[in-house]
């Protein structure tokens, strides 16, 4: 068995009266990129921190990379990269002059730095913005120059927080695939996002964190799988065309979209589709579409999230 490149057990952490992590519980396998979603205070900024040796917990065993971050934080930095949100990289400077700055910074000698740089920027698609200043440089490529600048020590483990945040969506493309990318070259990689789709796009495995504590965890796949089968989607022709399908189907209506989405009751597409079209023609109501398709993400979240998020609003 491969041995897991962070393992976090019973994490605890208060701020005040807040209990920000409340037995946090997690593992992540070498080279896999791993996401944590939740929503606004679940814990996800407080526990990359910890895991960066940033904030030191209250109760708990974290190890990054083998080491015990409390008792070897020294180690821990050196096996770890971390983009946040502010960008790391200087604008008045050149592209590669950031990356080189970085690299001596971190110890590398100006040969390794440079040659490391070199090859950051071939690798990620900035070879020919290189030499011009970063203050002209895209949104998209400074996040791709600051996720590179953080690369260039070769981390273990790489933090990204809402690495795609303000980014148009070439942007937002050019970063994913940089991402996978740098996983597929061995770097185990953590994603705090608030976008489910990025999560969707990017991650192995997906956590979601509610009050501090891990409320589901998974593939994708089996996230959408846990919450019920398949979303029967009708859309009416009329408001009164959607309000007597609801009453025939259930589900919930959309009267902007003029769309019902209802959960599929088996396990089987088809039959679930084929029962909601019987049912509206026996009731005698003309469709505009119908479709069958799985849950999206959005909708895995909600359902795991919201329980949770009264709970963590009784806490405070
Ligand atoms: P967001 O998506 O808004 O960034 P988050 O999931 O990252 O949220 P955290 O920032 O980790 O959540 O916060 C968890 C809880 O701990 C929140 O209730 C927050 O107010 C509280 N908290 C975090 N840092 C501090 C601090 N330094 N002092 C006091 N309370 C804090």
Do not use: C
């Amino acid at each position: 068995m491969t041995t897991p490149t962070l393992v976090a057990r019973g994490v605890r952490k208060r701020y005040g009266d807040t209990q920000a992590l409340d037995g946090l519980d997690l593992e992540i396998a070498p080279g896999a990129i791993h996401a944590l979603l939740g929503p606004n205070g679940a814990g996800k900024t407080t526990a990359v921190n910890v895991f960066a040796t940033l904030t030191r917990h209250d109760e708990g065993e974290v190890t990054v990379a083998g080491h015990d971050v409390r008792r070897s934080p020294r180690q821990v930095r050196a096996a770890i990269g971390l983009v946040g949100q502010a960008t790391a990289v200087d604008d008045k400077l050149f592209g590669r002059e950031n990356l080189v700055l970085f690299g001596r910074l971190h110890g590398l000698s100006k040969a390794a730095a440079r040659q490391r740089a070199g090859e950051q920027l071939d690798a990620f698609g900035l070879a020919e913005a290189a030499d011009r200043k970063v203050s002209t440089y895209s949104g998209g490529m400074r996040r791709r120059l600051d996720i590179a600048a953080s690369l260039m020590t070769r981390p273990r483990l790489l933090f990204l927080d809402e690495p795609t945040t303000g980014l148009d969506p070439r942007g937002r493309n050019e970063v994913w695939e940089m991402v996978r990318r740098s996983a597929a070259a061995g770097t185990t990689v953590l994603l705090t996002t608030q976008y489910l789709d990025e999560a969707d796009q990017l991650a192995d495995r997906i956590t979601i964190l509610g009050a501090g504590r891990v409320i589901a965890e998974g593939t994708s796949a089996q996230l959408k799988g846990n919450i019920g089968g398949d979303r029967v989607i009708v859309t009416a022709r009329t408001p009164a065309d959607l309000a007597r399908m609801a009453e025939v189907l259930g589900g919930q209506a959309d009267p902007e979209q003029l769309r019902l989405v209802v959960e599929g009751g088996t396990t089987d597409r088809a039959a679930d589709l084929i029962s909601a079209v019987r049912e509206l023609d026996a009731a005698g109501i003309e469709v505009d579409d119908i479709l069958v398709r799985r849950p999206t993400l959005d909708e895995v979240f909600l359902h795991f999230t919201e329980p949770s998020a009264e709970s963590a609003g009784a806490k405070r």
